[in-house]
């Protein structure tokens, strides 16, 4: 067992819980991680940072360090994962080629800017990875600067704001730009004719297929903060200041933010079953289906709860438990024990509504308003301090 190599592919919340649960289990293996970033990237808390409610060190936090305080046999590889031989086991970055005898892949995902939305990338912000965060926060900010240059005081014209995707991440960016924006026009001293946030979203309903009951308070707290929800809108095209929509319907904008989708960071997608997210297809023990020594996990993988059939979200509570599981399925293969299979199920969920307001559901408790805000805010701080 001395020459068992593990290597780990992404250093989020899977290839975290991973790390920290596979050397409590084998002390004998030589384990080495990849990832392109040199931190650990809090995505669910950048919304509070691009609201000015955060700051960068609450949302990224040094890997070196955190891998020194795991265990100091880990070999950390700052660079991104270009290819993989499934067949002779080994991973290509752009400066090195790593054996493996087991692989676990916890690539994590990105934002999906469907082609079919003419020039949707071209005049849109995502926020998946902390560079695109950034680069929206400024843009943001430098906008209202330069609004406020050419009208020589305050801005006389209305200010709108247009989230495409209804669904957590756009929930939760329009309920923290609604409470961000009013405080800088106030702060400032600008008063705006008018400033609307609109949440477009093609399906019936936002949030669709989450509990009913955060569902119901989250369209209610939107309202109190004036968001204008537009559900059954399909955006096929987007312009500087317009976002089009069928029938030559349009709304006329001045910052456009995108949270329809995400893709996942998948360098095999051609040599593996995927789904059309380019997430790949595990068995109950989350293996690449077909291929035994490897393992995939968190957003790069559909996750299912194989007692229901039901495709799990990509939450950071699923994805710490799918890293916890895959740590025990290889600790049970390398010591000869017959695997069993770890259900994993959705604990629950809370979203972030803006001010210190959330909603959400964990088992069959439901809550919300500033305890729900407490509750997400102890959990994180738990997350990070465990770290």
Same mark, same amino acid.
């Given at each position: 067992?001395?020459?068992?190599?593990?290597?780990?592919?992404?250093?989020g919340f899977a290839g975290l819980s991973f790390i920290k649960n596979i050397v409590g289990y084998i002390n004998d293996i030589e384990l080495v991680v990849i990832d392109k970033n040199p931190f650990h990237y809090l995505q669910p808390e950048v919304?509070?940072? $691009?609201?000015?409610e955060k700051l960068i060190s609450d949302i990224i936090l040094d890997l070196q360090f955190i891998l020194s305080k795991i265990s100091t046999r880990i070999k950390f590889i700052n660079g991104k994962v270009e290819n993989i031989n499934l067949e002779?086991?080994?991973?290509?970055?752009?400066? %090195?080629?790593?054996?493996?005898?087991?692989?676990?892949?916890?690539?994590?995902?990105?934002?999906?800017?469907?082609? !079919?939305?003419?020039?949707?990338?071209?005049?849109?912000?995502?926020?998946?990875?902390?560079?695109?965060?950034?680069?929206?926060?400024? !843009?943001?900010?430098?906008?209202?600067? #330069?609004?406020? *240059?050419?009208? %020589?005081?305050?801005?006389?014209?209305?200010?709108?704001?247009? =989230?495409?995707?209804?669904?957590?991440?756009?929930?939760?960016?329009?309920?923290?730009?609604?409470?961000? %924006?009013?405080?800088?026009?106030?702060?400032?001293?600008?008063? &705006?004719?008018?400033?609307?946030?609109?949440?477009?979203?093609?399906?019936?309903? =936002?949030?669709?297929?989450?509990?009913?009951?955060?569902?119901?308070? !989250?369209?209610?707290?939107? *309202?109190?903060?004036?968001?204008?929800?537009?559900?059954? #809108?399909?955006? @096929?095209?987007?312009?500087?200041?317009?976002?089009?929509?069928?029938?030559?319907?349009?709304?006329?904008?001045?910052? $456009?933010?995108?949270?329809?989708?995400?893709?996942?960071?998948?360098?095999? #997608?051609?040599?593996?079953?995927?789904?059309?997210?380019?997430?790949?297809? &595990?068995?109950?023990?989350?293996?690449?289906?077909?291929?035994?020594?490897?393992?995939?996990?968190?957003?790069?993988?559909?996750?299912?709860?194989?007692?229901?059939?039901?495709?799990?979200?990509?939450?950071?509570?699923?994805?710490?438990?799918?890293?916890?599981?895959?740590?025990?399925?290889? !600790?049970?293969?390398?010591?000869?024990?017959?695997?069993?299979?770890?259900?994993?199920?959705?604990?629950?969920?809370? @979203?972030?509504?803006?001010?210190?307001?959330? @909603?959400?559901?964990?088992?069959? =408790?439901?809550?919300?308003?500033?305890?729900?805000?407490?509750?997400k805010e102890f959990i994180f701080s738990k997350y990070k301090k465990s770290l």
């Amino acid at each position: 067992m001395k020459n068992i190599r593990i290597v780990v592919c992404g250093l989020g919340f899977a290839g975290l819980s991973f790390i920290k649960n596979i050397v409590g289990y084998i002390n004998d293996i030589e384990l080495v991680v990849i990832d392109k970033n040199p931190f650990h990237y809090l995505q669910p808390e950048v919304y509070k940072y $691009i609201a000015n409610e955060k700051l960068i060190s609450d949302i990224i936090l040094d890997l070196q360090f955190i891998l020194s305080k795991i265990s100091t046999r880990i070999k950390f590889i700052n660079g991104k994962v270009e290819n993989i031989n499934l067949e002779e086991n080994i991973v290509y970055t752009k400066n %090195q080629e790593v054996k493996y005898d087991y692989l676990v892949l916890a690539l994590g995902s990105k934002t999906f800017f469907p082609p !079919s939305i003419k020039n949707l990338k071209n005049f849109s912000a995502g926020v998946k990875s902390i560079e695109r965060a950034m680069y929206f926060k400024q !843009s943001f900010e430098k906008l209202i600067l #330069k609004k406020m *240059k050419e009208e %020589q005081s305050c801005l006389n014209k209305s200010f709108n704001i247009v =989230i495409g995707g209804g669904g957590l991440s756009g929930i939760e960016i329009a309920s923290e730009m609604a409470v961000f %924006q009013r405080r800088i026009f106030e702060d400032i001293g600008c008063c &705006v004719r008018r400033t609307e946030i609109f949440v477009v979203e093609a399906l019936p309903n =936002i949030l669709y297929g989450l509990d009913e009951f955060i569902i119901e308070n !989250s369209l209610n707290r939107l *309202k109190e903060l004036g968001i204008t929800i537009l559900t059954n #809108k399909k955006i @096929v095209s987007v312009s500087k200041d317009k976002v089009h929509f069928e029938n030559n319907k349009y709304i006329e904008t001045d910052f $456009i933010i995108w949270t329809g989708g995400i893709i996942a960071n998948n360098p095999i #997608k051609d040599k593996v079953e995927t789904n059309r997210k380019f997430q790949i297809k &595990v068995d109950r023990y989350f293996r690449v289906n077909g291929i035994e020594n490897v393992f995939a996990i968190g957003d790069c993988a559909e996750i299912v709860d194989f007692e229901t059939g039901t495709v799990l979200p990509a939450t950071a509570d699923t994805s710490i438990q799918a890293g916890r599981a895959v740590a025990k399925h290889i !600790s049970s293969t390398l010591e000869s024990r017959k695997l069993e299979p770890i259900r994993i199920t959705s604990k629950g969920l809370i @979203v972030s509504l803006g001010n210190n307001y959330a @909603v959400g559901k964990i088992k069959n =408790i439901r809550f919300k308003g500033y305890i729900a805000h407490l509750i997400k805010e102890f959990i994180f701080s738990k997350y990070k301090k465990s770290l």
